[in-house]
């Protein structure tokens, strides 16, 4: 009998620390983190605000670099790997979306969704061609040749989540992505990352609104640059966590 190997994780965070430097002297932020991920999953970064997150997702995104510690990505010591082969892992397995949504203003939106190919020497009807069908696909193609403003807030994160998909990315980083957002609008971009997570494409997504939380199948709690909570979500519920204690 032959046994298949198992893959390495997507994510694999062994003893992570993150110091600032600051005038005063570094300012330790992440301390002691361990966190593995793997291919598939759905998974909601949490915690107040200051706890450390959007560091640790810079990191993941290998956009800034632990102070010690071990972080490899799809199998590869990041901490091994020169400028361009970070920018190269980051530009084929990573899509990025943020709380802002950080489209170009003076471009149109397919143009947005088609920037990230301009490095990859993709011909433009290639790019246009990708970028109208990942346009179609987040339910905007009529406004492909739109300027950001003219549509809703919603709408631009809709955007944002086509140009992060553009180069078919197995990892979907996104930093609080509902938190400029109402309520029922960031019920339909969570669908949208739902149905994105079914179709195979693994997700770490930060919030500290446990309703959104709901949407991720594993809940991972930071507090003061540690983990303190890492549960299946059915396991993390916020309703029962501030429940007082029932006595029969
Ligand atoms: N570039 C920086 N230099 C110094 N301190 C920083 C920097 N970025 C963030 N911090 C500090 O690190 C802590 C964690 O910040 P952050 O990761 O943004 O937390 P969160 O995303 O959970 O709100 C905060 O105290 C913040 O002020
Ligand atoms: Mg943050």
Do not use: W
Request: proline share 7%; glycine share 8%.
């Amino acid at each position: 009998m032959t046994t298949l190997p198992i893959p390495a994780p997507v994510i694999e965070i062994l003893g992570l620390y993150k110091d600032y430097q600051t005038p005063a002297g570094p300012f330790p932020v992440l301390k002691d983190v361990n966190l593995a991920i793997h291919a598939g999953e759905f998974v909601a970064i949490m915690g107040p605000s200051g706890s450390g997150k959007s560091t640790f997702m810079n990191i993941l995104g290998c956009l800034d670099r632990p102070t010690s510690g071990a972080y490899a990505l799809e199998g590869q010591d990041v901490a091994q790997m020169d400028k361009d082969a970070t920018a190269r892992l980051r530009g084929q397995a990573l899509g990025f979306v943020f709380q802002g949504f950080n489209l170009l203003p003076r471009m149109s939106l397919e143009d947005n969704v088609a920037l990230p190919l301009v490095y990859c020497d993709t011909p433009k009807e290639e790019r246009r061609r990708r970028a109208r069908a990942l346009l179609a696909k987040v339910g905007l193609e009529q406004y492909a040749t739109t300027l950001p403003n003219r549509i809703s807030g919603g709408q631009q994160q809709r955007v944002a989540i086509a140009r992060a998909l553009i180069n078919t990315p197995r990892l979907i980083l996104a930093d609080e992505p509902t938190g400029n957002l109402d309520s029922h609008t960031s019920e339909e971009i969570m669908e949208l990352f739902s149905a994105l997570n079914r179709e195979g494409i693994t997700i770490v997504l930060v919030t500290h609104e446990p309703d959104i939380a709901l949407y991720a199948h594993r809940q991972v709690r930071f507090l003061d640059g540690r983990i303190v909570h890492d549960a299946p979500t059915h396991e993390s519920g916020h309703v029962l966590s501030t429940q007082p204690e029932v006595t029969c």
